[in-house]
């Protein structure tokens, strides 16, 4: 019995354990583990799918409509001039006897600024003074002479009377008639030889006169060119002694604009400048004159624009350097778009042009090679630092997606373009940019 017992207990034990039968296929760990690992694999590449389509999906970036005033300027180099300068010469030859005036002087009209050796000018004139005396004394002699034979003749006419004819003869009339008109035109030759000494007087004395240069106007001495014992040689061009500013206090600026802005200019527009001696102050302007005239230096055309200046504390001077800012047009309260905006297409929309110009274009079109399109951060954004007046359109977010809407753009200050369109109000939201969403 206790043999039995002995072996029947292992045996036993075994059944009891469960030793020697299978297990389920459920209740094995491998399957579970393996299905566990495709799951997650699936739900990876889920996920991975989803973020594949969230940055394939285009992100726009947008910027609102302003509305405020945009100016339209103009910028021009010129120079500061008086509103009249004259040049003063002289019309004499001489030695200089004195100046009395200098660099920066106030002088009034008719004032004596320099005076010349008048030695050879009195002789000039006393010797005229001396020929119409002369001359006056020829037509008193010829006068005389005129009375004389006009009482010859009388005389004559008045014994032929009373002889009846007899005496004198007709030769000796003749003669007597003849004498008497010789005498006349001696006369009148002595009255023209008077005449022609006093315009010769009046002329040394003009001359002598002119000794004394004298300013024709009332303003300030810009320049001098003479110092007393200079000889001045009068010729076919005058010498300039001195240049003279009429008024300083209003001055002229002589600006050079290009011949692309020039149609925007007209007499009236407001300006500024400023000059290199007070960067910092802006003086203000007023556009009088544009020239129809052009100038062309290196290719260069550019016409002249007239500003009028108010210098009334003098710190400007002829002859500086400015650089002006003409108001051309001026907007207010109006809508104002960014220039990128109106730039901007969408990047299916330029697919579709690229595919329609490459459809039309044919075989040499298709071969062409196209821009690149950069793969980072911009995709079909900006267009290009081009002008924004053929623009037509707007590109707004309806539901997410992009929506074309037309405008009418006006003016451009290189920044910002004035538009009109229909559905359009301050505040609306334009886009100007497109990114991937990787890149934003």
């Known amino acids: 019995m206790t043999d039995n017992t002995q072996q029947e207990s292992p045996a036993g034990l075994e059944r009891l354990l469960g030793a020697g039968h299978r297990r389920a296929a459920w209740r094995r760990p491998l399957p579970w583990v393996m299905l566990l690992g495709a799951a997650l694999a699936l739900a990876g590449v889920a996920v991975w799918q989803q973020r594949q389509a969230a940055a394939a999906q285009p992100v726009y970036v947008t910027a609102p409509l302003e509305r405020g005033a945009l100016t339209l300027t103009v910028t021009a180099n010129g120079s500061l001039k008086p509103t009249r300068a004259v040049n003063i010469g002289s019309e004499l030859s001489g030695t200089v006897r004195r100046v009395l005036v200098d660099v920066n002087d106030r002088v009034q009209q008719g004032q004596v600024l320099v ?43 008045e014994v032929s009377r009373l002889s009846g004819g007899r005496v004198p003869s007709a030769t000796e009339l003749d003669a007597a008639r003849a004498a008497l008109a010789r005498a006349k035109a001696n006369e009148a030759s002595a009255q023209a030889g008077v005449t022609q000494a006093q315009a010769t007087l009046a002329t040394d004395q003009t001359n002598q006169s002119k000794a004394s240069i004298r300013s024709p106007i009332a303003g300030v001495v810009l320049s001098r060119a003479v110092d007393a014992g200079n000889a001045v040689a009068a010729s076919l061009q005058a010498v300039t002694l001195f240049t003279i500013g009429e008024d300083l206090t209003q001055m002229r600026l002589e600006a050079n604009v290009d011949e692309a802005d020039v149609g925007s200019l007209q007499a009236g527009q407001s300006a500024s400048f400023t000059v290199s001696a007070y960067p910092s102050r802006r003086y203000p302007a007023t556009v009088t004159r544009v020239a129809y005239g052009s100038t062309v230096t290196d290719n260069v055309v550019t016409y002249v624009a007239y500003l009028d200046v108010d210098n009334r504390d003098l710190s400007l001077r002829p002859g500086m350097t400015a650089v002006a800012t003409i108001t051309a047009t001026q907007r207010d309260n109006v809508l104002l778009a960014p220039n990128a905006a109106l730039r901007f297409s969408p990047a299916r929309a330029q697919a579709q042009t690229e595919r329609a110009a490459s459809a039309s274009g044919g075989i040499v079109s298709q071969l062409m090679p196209r821009g690149r399109m950069g793969g980072g951060a911009r995709r079909g954004g900006q267009a290009g630092a081009g002008t924004t007046a053929a623009a037509r359109q707007l590109w707004i977010l309806r539901d997410g997606e992009p929506v074309a809407v037309a405008v009418q753009p006006g003016i451009s200050d290189g920044r910002r373009t004035e538009v009109n369109g229909a559905g359009l109000t301050e505040g609306t939201a334009v886009i100007v940019d497109q990114r991937s969403a990787s890149s934003s």
Request: net charge neutral.
């Open 115 to 157: 005076e010349l050796d008048t030695a050879k000018f009195n002789d000039q004139v006393n010797r005229s003074r001396a020929a119409v005396t002369a001359a006056r004394a020829q037509l008193t002699q010829a006068g005389a002479t005129v009375q004389e034979t006009a009482a010859a003749l009388a005389r004559f006419e």
